[in-house]
C-alpha cells in the first residue's frame, strides 16, 4: 500500500488504520463548481482484473463535505470515490464517478450511524457500489462504467474541502479476486 497526497496524520495497527485529514482537501474534476482538486488522500495499491473490495468506516463527521470510504483511480481524470459525505448537517451515502467530469449521487442514511461498511465489485469496466449499516446485509447504491484498463488502484480514501483534522478510521479493509 502506499500514499497519493499522505496525510499529515495517519497510523495504521492490526487491521485498521486512521487517518486525519489536511485542511482543504478534496477530489473533484470541473462540473457544476468549475474546479479541479486532487488534493485528497488516498492510500492504495494496484490491482488488475476483477476484484472486490470492503471496509468498516467510523468517521468524527462534523463540516460540510467530510468525506471517508473506497476509491478506485486509474490517474487524476478517470476515478469513483464513494463512502459517506457530510452535507446539510447529515451523513449520506455517496458516489462520485469523474471521466474527465465528475458527476454526484447521495442517499440520505437515517440517524447518522456511527459505523458503515461498502462494499465494491469491479466486473470489466463497470463497479458496482454497496453500502450497509451492520456489515451483514447490502444495498446497492450504484452502478457505474469507470474503464476497461486491467490495472487500477484501489485503496481507502478521505478528504475534507472545507477544513483540516477530519479523524476517521477505516477497519477490516479487504481485496480480493472477484471470479465470476
Same mark, same amino acid.
Given at each position: 500500500m502506499q500514499w497519493y497526497n499522505e496525510p499529515?496524520?495517519? @497510523?495504521? /495497527?492490526?487491521?485498521?488504520?486512521?487517518?486525519? !485529514?489536511?485542511e482543504n482537501t478534496d477530489f473533484w474534476r470541473k462540473t457544476h463548481y468549475g474546479f479541479i482538486r486532487?488534493?485528497?488522500? %488516498?492510500?492504495?495499491?494496484? =490491482?488488475?482484473?476483477?476484484?472486490?473490495?470492503?471496509? @468498516?468506516i467510523v468517521g468524527a463527521y462534523e463540516t460540510l463535505y467530510d468525506q471517508a470510504g473506497l476509491m478506485i483511480r486509474l490517474d487524476e481524470k478517470i476515478w469513483l470515490k464513494c463512502g459517506i459525505e457530510f452535507v446539510d448537517g447529515g451523513q449520506y451515502?455517496?458516489?462520485v464517478v469523474t471521466r474527465?467530469?465528475?458527476?454526484?449521487? #447521495? =442517499?440520505?442514511?437515517?440517524?447518522?450511524?456511527?459505523? %458503515?461498511?461498502?462494499?465494491l465489485q469491479r466486473k470489466k469496466g463497470a463497479v458496482e457500489v454497496q *453500502?450497509?449499516?451492520?456489515g451483514e !446485509? *447490502?444495498?446497492?447504491?450504484?452502478?457505474? *462504467?469507470?474503464?476497461?484498463?486491467? @490495472?487500477? /488502484?484501489?485503496?481507502?480514501?478521505?478528504? !475534507?474541502?472545507?477544513r483540516g483534522g477530519?479523524? #476517521?478510521e477505516f477497519q477490516e479493509f479487504k481485496i480480493a479476486p472477484l471470479l465470476s
Open positions: 499529515p496524520t495517519w @497510523k495504521q /495497527q492490526d487491521d485498521s488504520i486512521t487517518v486525519v !485529514s489536511g486532487d488534493t485528497g488522500h %488516498f492510500w492504495y495499491q494496484e =490491482v488488475s482484473g476483477n476484484f472486490q473490495a470492503t471496509v @468498516k451515502a455517496s458516489v474527465d467530469y465528475s458527476d454526484w449521487s #447521495v =442517499v440520505t442514511i437515517p440517524e447518522n450511524p456511527v459505523a %458503515f461498511w461498502l462494499r *453500502y450497509s449499516r451492520d !446485509s *447490502y444495498n446497492l447504491l450504484r452502478m457505474a *462504467y469507470l474503464t476497461e484498463e486491467e @490495472k487500477v /488502484q484501489v485503496g481507502l480514501m478521505c478528504a !475534507s474541502p472545507q477530519f479523524q #476517521v
